[in-house]
């Protein structure tokens, strides 16, 4: 029995990370037709490695892909040396992978527009979706994508702000070598870059919670569970104003079934005190599985 459980588990786990190299893959690949289609042609330079890539590429004719692979050699020792073997080995596969994958299908790649506000529209957004996917999974697409991960572990801060934080260096020397305007594009492309990175990462916010203070906690509990069909927790609180003590009710809801959930309270309870925030990504029974 033992032996069939460790076998199991070694499927899962051969299946997991089959899965991750895969989504990074994917990744990497979108990242590059991000830059190939959109950014380098138009000398753009979306910050990060990448975005050096691009500075000398235009300056000195360096292949992108080359440049890159050079640069994320330093800055993937320190990463893996400080979030784990995981990252690293994860990190060797998508910075080299993206190496090749930038420099593979350049040639055979047309440049789609030559209007820069486009190019920084579209190429921020798949550099994003392709940044996010490799996220997800513990991976990275190297460079300042390494450091934002430093950065988000030692501070907490969300990799899309790292991000932004540790692209501005590149963002300075692509307007010295191409002028404020187009670096003023690479900021924009950056900036699109960070928040689907972060909505790949956190999730949209198609999921509300609500907190509800109220004396009649039975019945709004009761209320919510037949009409909307979601699970109520109930919490013992105090008011530090009245001193009086009153239920607390948390329930997460989907967004379409907020106004019901605002009409039920005011029919049992007028004076309860409601508040309803967005929740980015809810995980268990009723919603997506935790898996």
Do not use: C, W
Not at 252 to 280: M, R, S
């Amino acid at each position: 029995m033992a032996k069939q459980e460790t076998l199991g588990q070694r499927r899962a786990d051969f299946k997991a990370g089959l899965r991750a190299y895969g989504l990074i893959t994917l990744g990497v690949l979108i990242f590059a037709l991000g830059m190939n289609f959109f950014l380098a042609p138009n000398k753009i330079a979306a910050g990060g490695v990448s975005g050096l890539s691009v500075v000398l590429l235009h300056t000195f004719g360096f292949p992108p892909g080359i440049t890159m692979l050079v640069l994320n050699i330093p800055l993937f020792l320190f990463g893996a040396r400080v979030l784990g073997a995981s990252f690293g080995a994860r990190s060797v596969f998508g910075f080299v992978t993206l190496s090749l994958a930038v420099d593979g299908t350049a040639p055979f790649l047309p440049t789609l527009t030559e209007d820069p506000l486009l190019a920084s529209l579209y190429g921020g957004v798949l550099m994003g979706i392709g940044s996010g996917l490799t996220y997800r999974v513990g991976g990275s697409t190297g460079g300042t994508a390494i450091a934002a991960r430093l950065i988000s572990h030692y501070t907490n801060m969300s990799v899309g702000r790292a991000l932004l934080i540790a692209d501005g260096v590149v963002i300075l020397a692509a307007g010295v070598a191409f002028g404020p305007e187009l670096a003023l594009y690479g900021l924009l492309a950056v900036f699109l870059t960070m928040r689907v990175v972060d909505l790949l990462e956190e999730g949209a916010p198609y999921v509300k919670a609500a907190l509800i203070v109220t004396d009649v906690a039975e019945e709004i509990s009761a209320k919510i569970i037949s009409d909307l069909g979601r699970g109520v927790t109930s919490m013992p609180a105090q008011g530090m104003y009245t001193k009086q003590d009153r239920n607390l009710l948390f329930v997460t809801l989907y967004q379409d079934q907020v106004g019901t959930l605002k009409q039920l309270v005011h029919e049992v309870d007028p004076d309860a005190f409601v508040v309803i925030t967005d929740v980015h990504e809810a995980l268990g029974e009723g919603f997506r599985s935790l898996r």
